[in-house]
């Protein structure tokens, strides 16, 4: 399944367009996140697939970020899936990476992955690897929608009473690049206790999610309540996308909020 | 330019969860969740989060420290290490091995600990040998 | 643990007792989430109100140390129901007939009385447990951190055997261990009475085998353990003390009589990654190195043997602690000339038998659990399947004690301590993370609003804390987490340390200190 990748990064790395790739490898029994920079040393490549097809996925653009940071003017590719590379046109938008130093592996997710993830569009634009699997609209939004106000609210707060408050959905969101966090400032949310208060600290993470969630999914795996927060800003993407006809990584240009928050400052 | 992700096991509490830490010129900049650490599954607490943290902490002991006129003060490894040598058998040759007593700890790694546990025994001679196991 | 932590996901009933697991052991935490989201039903015994509590089926806040009395009373029930597993018992146990003659005496009213749970709850928890299949004990210091520890511990084994929950998959008796290595460190011989593998120091048949493996001749007399050490230095039988990543002054009861015990060292020597205010009264300080400088293994609360990979150099002059260690050996005279952590792996799998087939490259990954006494044997999921160490499952006739100090009209108030889920231990590590320091930068006292309006105190007050062996300067929370007449303090904070003030009693078999019960007074601060 890999030799597609392997090949095209052998390419990149020989003919010195990039400084290294951004990939997944398997090492001491671990899949993780690693940076191959010698085109004879890619044989521990793998695509994240431990027991079923991604489930061994990690923010690799997010860790681009802190690479490119520290090297600004060498040029790095990184592996992409269909949500990578939303988040690659979201975060050139938002100026954390430079879409010139940024070359994107693509690889096609596979059905069984495409369903588990409801994703609207499980293939970048451009792929080396895999097939197109067909596009999926998210029944667990349709599920919990069917449910009257005062159930759906019941239901949430169930789900957030289990928070551990580890920020792991934060921490592992590739969105997430802000120096300073709103789920951090005391005067919005009461630190200290178990669970954080609820649900004002999910509701202020989901309206940051506004205009810049790709739907990876990351939070929902990384999440040690299992709180299935995919859904929840499935739900706010879905709210955007009615008002403002922008739906990030799929729409081109700015987020509406993005641009409204310039304005703002103007 | 050396950017690695070190797969490793956390040292905080007894879960025993596993991530990488990511090493950017010899620098820890990040921690992530292993997805295939059999206890946290791609997961991990707080603490795990930001285990990076106090590894580089400004606060960190970086030089061995003797007390001198009642002060401690930075001196070479030799010199702390000849000094606690010589102090640990003067006081045992004086006194007896039971004179000397030794904390291993619940923080160090197995071989660490197998280790104190033997210099104690095999070195010094006394079975006065515990750690935290109680706290 | 008896079992381990995936298996906690498909038990049927969990009783949780004396852990705060989602702030101490978060990821042992998911798995309850998820077996509750099974259908499992969720008892939470512990006097206060936790996070884990909140989503508990039932959670009984009984009084402070009375978990011998709670658990016979949930016995008695069970056995008064004949909910108990006959088969089981007369298979696989012995001890039972003195055992019901003690549980006889702890009817649901009496229990009621001394524990404050009520009878009708004691028959609830009684019903969850014994009626599910499959039924897992979790508990942690809630239940040790007491003189009656031990038999606190026995208790829960004997509710175990009792309904047959052991030596099957999702059952057993799980302690949660509080710290990452604190199972790898007693596997290791870290305790005065055994060598690795909890070999006897006091049978020649072990004292033989390791002199011949160390070259050495060896006492047999069993060693110290760390309060005794710490009476011995403040009686002067012990001279020296040699503490390696443990910071006792915060970490051990009454740390006045710690601080004075020593201070009374003729040598003190700590070797830490932090100045701790242990090392402070130190003669030399040693710098160790973070995990995150090393090679090695660490051992979970599940028995299952870690890696643990050097990420970056040791900081500054920092070393890694091995070598600190094998440089004084050979200054002391006794050679070592390891060349790494892989080869003291490879010494201690051939003296330790659990640890026989582990080898580093039998570790990548999810390493292995042990009992693992070849390189051919694949670990051990869960402990007892075929019957217990001894032969069989011994019941213990336990009768409930008080805890050593009880309140009175000076020390009207019952304290406990323990942490809180941004910090750990004694904060050396947790203060020094800027993230965690910014979450929660202070110490607290939680005190119910009842208390509170009694004594005239309001939320964020600094109060004195008072106990027989000091005072300390705190701020207040007034809450409903615990009861009217209880009141608790986290023990990370060096400032407001809750230490000061816990009793140096101890349980008279293990040595474990009383901390989570004394007797305190609160006043508002001057």
């Known amino acids: 399944m890999t030799q597609n990748v392997k090949k095209k990064v052998k390419e990149l790395l020989e003919s010195g367009k990039i400084k290294g790739f951004l990939g997944l490898c398997q090492k001491n029994g671990h899949i993780g996140p690693h940076l191959f920079c010698d085109p004879d040393d890619l044989e521990s490549m793998v695509l994240g697939d431990e027991e079923r097809p991604g489930d061994s996925r990690y923010p690799l653009n997010k860790l681009l970020i802190h690479i490119a940071r520290s090297y600004p003017d060498e040029t790095f590719g990184v592996l992409v899936r269909g949500c990578d590379e939303r988040g690659l046109k979201t975060l050139y938008t938002w100026n954390q990476l430079n879409p010139d130093k940024v070359i994107p592996v693509g690889v096609a997710c596979p059905q069984e992955l495409a369903d588990a993830c409801e994703c609207l569009r499980p293939y970048p634009e451009e792929f080396v690897e895999g097939e197109r699997a067909e596009e999926r609209s998210s029944a667990s939004v349709t599920k919990i929608s069917g449910l009257d106000v005062k159930d759906r609210f019941t239901s949430w707060m169930k789900e957030f009473a289990r928070c551990i408050k580890c920020y792991g959905c934060r921490d592992i969101c590739p969105m997430c690049f802000c120096n300073e966090c709103s789920l951090e400032a005391e005067e919005l949310i009461h630190t200290g206790e178990l669970p954080p208060e609820i649900p004002i600290f999910h509701l202020v993470r989901a309206v940051h999610m506004a205009g810049r969630c790709i739907d990876c999914g990351l939070c929902n795996e990384v999440c040690p309540a299992d709180i299935p927060l995919r859904t929840l800003y499935k739900k706010v993407a879905d709210i955007i996308d009615e008002e403002f006809n922008y739906r990030p990584g799929y729409s081109e240009g700015k987020s509406p909020l993005n641009i409204l928050g310039s304005a703002a400052e103007e | 330019m050396d950017y690695r992700t070190v797969p490793t096991t956390c040292t905080y509490c007894g879960c025993g969860c596993n991530f990488f830490l990511e090493v950017l010129d010899g620098r820890i900049i990040g921690t992530i969740p292993s997805k295939s650490g059999p206890a946290n599954q791609g997961k991990l607490c707080i603490k795990g989060w930001h285990v990076h943290q106090f590894v580089q902490s400004p606060e960190r002991l970086t030089r061995p420290l003797l007390r001198k006129n009642g002060n401690l003060s930075e001196v070479s490894w030799d010199e702390a290490l000849d000094y606690t040598a010589s102090r640990l058998k003067e006081i045992t040759s004086a006194h007896g091995s039971d004179s000397a007593g030794f904390f291993a700890s619940a923080k160090l790694t197995n071989e660490e600990n197998y280790l104190i546990q033997k210099f104690a025994r095999a070195a010094v001679g006394t079975n006065n040998v515990d750690h935290c196991a109680r706290l | 643990m008896t079992n381990s932590i995936a298996e906690v996901e498909d038990a049927e009933c969990i009783f949780v007792i004396g852990s705060n697991t989602t702030s101490s052991h978060p990821l042992v935490a998911t798995r309850i989430f998820r077996a509750k989201e099974k259908g499992a039903k969720l008892i939470v015994a512990d006097p206060r109100e936790v996070h884990i509590a909140k989503l508990a089926d039932l959670h009984v806040q009984h009084n402070l140390g009375t978990d011998v009395a709670l658990l016979n009373g949930i016995m008695h029930v069970i056995l008064e129901r004949n909910w108990h597993d006959r088969s089981f018992i007369e298979e696989r146990t012995e001890g039972f007939d003195d055992f019901k003659r003690v549980i006889d005496r702890y009817p649901p009213d009496k229990v009621a009385e001394i524990t404050g749970v009520s009878p009708e709850d004691i028959l609830r928890i009684a019903e969850y447990y014994a009626s599910a299949g499959t039924a897992s004990i ?389």
């Not at chain 3, 040791?314 to 004084?328: C, K, L, M």
């Not at chain 3, 009217?484 to 986290?490: A, N, R």
């Open chain 3, 138 to 526: 979790l508990y942690c210091m809630g239940i040790t951190q007491h003189t009656t520890g031990v038999d606190n511990v026995k208790s829960l084994a004997n509710l175990a055997m009792l309904t047959g929950n052991v030596g099957k998959e999702s059952t057993g008796v799980n302690p949660l261990r509080g710290q990452n290595n604190v199972q790898g460190a007693c596997d290791m011989g870290g305790l005065p009475n055994v060598y690795p593998g909890y070999q006897p120091v006091n049978m020649l048949d072990s004292q033989k085998k390791f002199e011949s493996a160390w070259n050495a001749t060896l006492s047999d007399r069993v060693g110290l353990t760390i309060p005794d050490m710490l009476s011995g230095l403040m009686d002067g039988s012990l001279k020296a003390l040699y503490v390696i990543g443990e910071n006792p002054l915060m970490s051990d009861p009454d740390s006045h009589h710690v601080e004075k015990a020593l201070k009374g060292a003729e040598l003190l020597v700590v070797q830490d990654i932090f100045m701790t205010p242990t090392a402070e009264l130190a003669h030399v300080v040693l710098p160790g190195a973070s995990f995150a400088e090393k090679d090695g293994t660490f051992t979970n609360t599940e028995r299952r043997v870690l890696r643990v990979r050097k990420a970056i150099e040791p900081v500054g002059e920092s070393r890694t602690d091995w070598e600190i260690i094998q440089d004084i050996s050979n200054r002391l005279g006794y050679a070592m000339d390891y060349d790494g952590p892989e080869e003291i792996m490879k010494e201690i799998a051939a003296v330790t038998p659990s640890y026989g087939g582990i080898s580093y490259d039998r570790l990548e990954g999810p390493g292995l659990q042990w009992p693992c006494p070849d390189p051919e044997h694949p670990g051990t999921k869960f402990l007892h399947k075929d019957g217990f160490a001894r032969g069989k499952g011994l019941f213990h006739a336990i009768e409930y004690q008080e805890p050593a100090e009880v309140v009175d009209e000076e020390y009207p108030l019952w304290m406990t301590t323990g942490r809180v889920h941004v910090h750990y231990h004694t904060g050396t590590m947790t203060r020094n993370s800027p993230s965690l320091h910014a979450e929660m930068p202070e110490g607290y006292l939680e005190m119910n609003h009842r208390d509170a309006a009694r004594l005239g105190i309001c939320q964020g007050d600094l109060v004195s804390v008072t106990s027989r062996r000091g005072t300390i300067n705190v701020k207040t929370q007034i809450t409903e987490r615990v009861r009217e007449g209880v009141v608790f303090m986290p023990f990370h904070f060096v400032e407001s340390s809750a230490n000061v003030l816990t009793n140096p009693a101890y349980d008279p078999v293990v040595k474990i200190p009383e901390y989570k019960v004394c007797a305190v007074r609160v006043e508002k601060a001057a």
